[in-house]
């Protein structure tokens, strides 16, 4: 059975609408997966840590089979081949990155497992997953949490501006 997944893309290091764009192409060719539509591309504030470029972000919407640990695993491979380094080191949490893929949603999946919390922790927090994510679909809900059209209207959205 085919679950709807959504998927944060985001970056500040290189040309990250390209890496952006080109990750998507990715993503919409990976095994078991159909449909995928790309947000707009949205120029965001740093969050978390400031002293850094902003960064550029969106979200995917795609169809797939794949397990949720095995679509984890398909998204770090493809972050791997821009040249992401995941580290365990705590300023690599927040800091500068070519490339960041997260699971944010999966169907209205529930999941804590060692690696993978869906919905994503803090998507309700973050405007600069919320506004790409109600574009792509605007009744969308966080299981849990409600509507993520709720959420965006108590977070900060200043300084989220899509890119032409």
Sequence with gaps: MSVRA??????????VPQVLREA??????????TGMRLSSLYCTPAWGRTDQPDFVNAVAVLDT????MDLLDALLGIELGFG??????????????????????????????????????????RAFALVPLLELDADIVIP?????????????????????
């Excluded at 998927?7 to 040309?15: A, M, P, T, V």
């Excluded at 089979?65 to 949720?68: F, H, Q, R, S």
Aim: charged share 25%; hydrophobic share 40%; glycine share 12%.
């Design 6 to 15: 959504y998927i944060g893309l985001g970056g500040n290091l290189g040309d």
């Design 84 to 125: 992401r380094r995941r580290t365990d080191d705590a300023g690599d949490h927040w800091g500068p990155r070519t490339l960041d893929l997260d699971l944010l949603l999966y169907g209205d999946a529930v999941i804590t497992l060692p690696g993978l919390t869906v919905p994503h922790p803090r998507l309700h927090q």
């Design 24 to 33: 998507a192409e990715r993503l919409a060719v990976l095994p078991h997966t």
């Design 144 to 164: 849990r949490r409600g509507a993520a059209s709720d959420a965006l209207a108590a977070v900060d959205r200043a300084g989220i501006e899509a890119l032409g």
């Design 65 to 68: 089979t794949l397990a949720p």
